[in-house]
């Protein structure tokens, strides 16, 4: 029998979308007899949320009118966390509070099953949650009643309002009175939004003019003066749009190389006033000639060669372009290579012995590949082979030595200039260029072109294997298109899907996983995944959407460039 069985109410006597509920709960590992919330997560909000910004005042004439009716409100937000509350029922207080239940608490219904907040936003249409429908014990003697908040621009889930009461069964008047309230809220939202909306066109207005190019991006809409026009093509915008979403508040700067070619120093500010609005003024590059495989980092040495007669360490995972950075820091020399791996193939002393006499020749530039590899002893002989003059120019090539002890903290001790080259995951910003590059190298005859949401769904890929990865994945399109546009199906399946989520929990990860692989088992059906994951395809769509799973279908813009 399982637990859902044995909880009061049978599974047969429950409504339809409560026993839906209650199998997400149960698929959660949600246990109905649970007494207590100690380690219910909870997360710091921001108090001057836009949510609660226009909420407030609805709040505060709500709990007016209902003051001595012994009823309670709660709020959370998109991510289901308490970001309000009012009591009139002290005792109600008291009982959430001894559950663990406080502002900041995630109140889903994989947290604490089956109720009105967690529920209403899994569904998105409000629910009453009676006491005997809770799928915790402990809730039953509660009745709730919740309704989600939609964003009434982006139709994107806001929050839930939840009214709470001791009764057993809910007043068919709650939901109306509830629905106002949303409905007031919304049309907060909506002045929020057309202020924010106004805010960014002011500020895209007064810079317009300026003979350089500028882009205003907000959540729906994208604003370009002419010159910005001439200058961005389609997966530009993507671009744009990653960089708004990723870009800290603080004034900052970033170099891209454009899907023309272009290269450009992109300078992002916040805008005042418009939520998430950015404005990107573009500074062009003069000579900005630079590979694929360390764009950000040898951009400073583009036009110089390393600044030290010392040895140079260029540090980065595998498949991060080490190579190519370690030519360019060679030139004008002729640079070559010896992999340190081959010390287990040729045997220590040869390897060491061709080594030395190769630095004994002080013409052009050698590069050992992979020093972290080498024994200490034999790092020790090569300390004493850099130390010796004269000697051709050195670059060591290395994984990074973060926790780096002994002889190899010595050897990168005499490294005064250090490249890092960070892993592809990290340079979003590049991508559009690092695939127009790497695409001309596999086959400079194809004219094939990434669609925007092609873009954002590789930049929402891991990479575990940098570019060497993406190298293949572009290979296998290849195989299928030589011109046109590349579209979703071009992707091998499991690239067709992923999660732009950073910040996950255990639970959370494991869950995007498993939906992530059964997607691409599906090929992205979605019925066909919920129907194999156990849950309604309207608990997947949620899941999707809190977990930030994409299967690159791109949104419907409500609002074109000028």
Known sequence: MTSLECNRAPMSALRREIELSWRRSQLSGVQPEFTGFADL????????????DAAAPVLDQIAATL??????????????????HWFDNPR?????????????????????????????????????????EHYIERFKGLTCYGHPILHPVTRRLAGVLDITSTNSHADPLLAPFLQRAVNDIEHRLLDQAKASERALL??????????????????????TNNSAVDLLGPSDYALLHMLAEQAPAR???TDVRLASGAAVRLHIAQVTGAETGMLFHFEPIADFDVTVAARPVVTRLADHAPTTAGPVLVVGDHGTGRSTAARRLARPEEVEFHQCADIATCGEQTWV???QERLARPAGAVCLDGVDALPERVVDQLIGAIKSKPRPKIILSSLPLRDAHGAHAALAALCAERVEIPPLRDRIAELPAITKDLLRELDPAADVRLLPSVIELLAAQPWPGNLHELKAVLAHILQHRHQGDVTVRDLPDRYRVASRAR????????????????????????????????????????????????????????????
Not at 41 to 52: A, I, Y
Not at 202 to 223: E, K, M, N, Y
């Open 41 to 52: 997560s909870v997360t710091e909000f921001d108090p001057r949320s836009r949510l609660l």
């Open 67 to 84: 003051t001595g009716t012994a009823y309670s409100l709660l709020l959370v937000d998109r991510d289901c966390r308490l970001v309000y």
């Open 251 to 253: 004034p900052h700067s």
């Open 503 to 562: 910040s996950l929990s255990g639970r959370e990860r494991a869950e995007r996983d498993v939906i992530i692989e059964s997607l691409r088992r599906y090929n992205g059906n979605k019925q066909k995944t919920a129907h194999e994951l156990g849950i309604s395809r309207t608990t997947l769509y949620a899941r999707l959407k809190a977990l930030r799973i994409t299967d690159g279908q791109p949104p419907v813009p409500r609002s074109g460039s000028r």
């Open 92 to 132: 109600v207080e008291t009982a959430l509070e001894t559950l663990g239940i406080r502002d900041g608490a995630n109140l889903a219904e994989d947290s604490i099953g089956t109720n009105a907040l967690g529920t209403a936003l899994e569904t998105r249409r409000g629910i009453i949650i009676n006491g005997s």
């Open 202 to 223: 002011a500020a895209f207005q007064t810079i317009s003019r300026q003979r350089r190019a500028v882009a205003a991006v907000g959540d729906d809409i994208v604003l």
């Open 353 to 355: 012995r061709r080594l």
